[in-house]
């Protein structure tokens, strides 16, 4: 079986390979989630690009606002190697307003 996705801003098209429509489901959903973010949590602009940082041969994955510089950082999970966008807050809870997304401020 074969899906063909096109992401809501329309800048990304995949081909999902599967065996059946659950495999589908789920593989689609994956892609979703990291790839279907359509503006910025901030400035609502949808002009993004995607970034992978290396720091002590830790790699760490963003979507950056090319207008205000704000960012979407991405966990990885443990086992499997996938991705998820972090939306959570430092207290835990769903971070409602700006879906993840967060600038960096000087503290001074």
């Known amino acids: 079986m074969e899906l063909t996705y096109k992401t ?8 999902i390979e599967s065996d059946s429509v659950k495999d589908s489901f ?4 994956e892609f979703q989630e990291v790839f279907d973010e359509s ?11 995607f970034i992978v ?9 963003e979507l950056r606002c090319k ?7 991405y966990g990885q999970h443990k ?3 996938s991705l998820f966008p972090k ?5 835990g809870s769903f971070d409602k307003e ?7 401020t000087p503290q001074g």
């Open 87 to 91: 939306r959570k807050l430092e207290n």
């Open 53 to 61: 940082r290396t720091v002590d041969n830790n790699d760490y994955y």
């Open 79 to 81: 086992t499997g190697g």
């Open 39 to 49: 503006a910025c949590g901030m400035c609502n602009n949808d002009d993004l690009q």
């Open 26 to 29: 789920k593989k689609l959903a």
């Open 67 to 73: 207008k205000c510089g704000a960012k979407l950082a």
């Open 98 to 104: 700006h879906r993840g997304w967060h600038k960096w």
């Open 8 to 15: 809501k801003n329309n800048r990304l098209k995949v081909n």
